[in-house]
T-cell receptor
Framework: NAGVTQTPKFRILKIGQSMTLQCAQDMNHNYMYWYRQDPGMGLKLIYYSVGAGITDKGEVPNGYNVSRSTTEDFPLRLELAAPSQTSVYFC???????????FGEGSRLTVL | AQSVTQLDSQVPVFEEAPVELRCNYSSSVSVYLFWYVQYPNQGLQLLLKYLSGSTLVKGINGFEAEFNKSQTSFHLRKPSVHISDTAEYFCAVNSGGSNYKLTFGKGTLLTVNP
């Protein structure tokens, strides 16, 4: 019963590098989300998906891209990393119908 | 547009004391309200939620919250806290859109001291 699994847990990037944060869920949820958490700022929605093949921008999408080729996976791509992208990233999923959001344990990214 | 304001960024209390964490929301339509807890170096987990019905909602670990529509508030309470309740607490709102997006407050760090 894995729930929402995020990899990697920690990563250090140099400015200008690119990387992909992986997120997978095994609950057959249609709805998936990427949030970033910065100290004292709560969680900000980056991108979300309401089903395979469908994605949309959240509140802070600049510098990120996503894809949703399967129900299970929702990777987040960072292109040309910048120090402003230093943050903790959380992936979450829900079955919808105002059910509970299930969160992964987070990926801590530092851009130097 | 929906928004959430958590009125206190930090709340220190002594063990076995009561606590109230305050949350106000704004939305032009009916809302669904949630409280999540985040323990150090972990993801968020659901404490309780209000969707409809009784305005007093009970959650896990002895927490409860009361939905007050006239005051647009959803304050979280616990009559007697434990050291293990030390964590960050987030209030969140969903205005019922079909994408089920949640808007989160900035969080309240509850520190329970012995």
């Amino acid at each position: 019963n894995a729930g929402v699994t995020q990899t990697p847990k920690f990563r250090i990037l140099k400015i200008g590098q690119s990387m992909t944060l992986q997120c997978a869920q095994d609950m057959n949820h249609n709805y998936m989300y990427w949030y970033r958490q910065d100290p004292g700022m709560g969680l900000k929605l980056i991108y979300y998906s309401v089903g395979a093949g469908i994605t949309d921008k959240g509140e802070v999408p600049n510098g990120y891209n996503v894809s949703r080729s399967t129900t299970e996976d929702f990777p987040l791509r960072l292109e040309l990393a910048a120090p402003s992208q230093t943050s903790v990233y959380f992936c979450a999923s829900t079955r919808g119908g105002n059910g509970e959001l299930f969160f992964g344990e987070g990926s801590r990214l530092t851009v130097l | 547009a929906q928004s959430v304001t958590q009125l206190d960024s930090q709340v220190p209390v002594f063990e076995e004391a009561p606590v109230e964490l305050r949350c106000n929301y704004s939305s032009s339509v009916s809302v669904y309200l949630f409280w999540y807890v985040q323990y150090p170096n972990q993801g968020l987990q659901l404490l309780l939620k209000y969707l409809s019905g009784s305005t007093l909602v009970k959650g896990i670990n002895g927490f409860e919250a009361e939905f007050n529509k006239s005051q647009t508030s959803f304050h979280l309470r616990k009559p007697s806290v434990h050291i293990s309740d030390t964590a960050e607490y987030f209030c969140a709102v969903n205005s019922g859109g079909s994408n089920y997006k949640l808007t989160f407050g900035k969080g309240t760090l509850l520190t329970v001291n012995p």
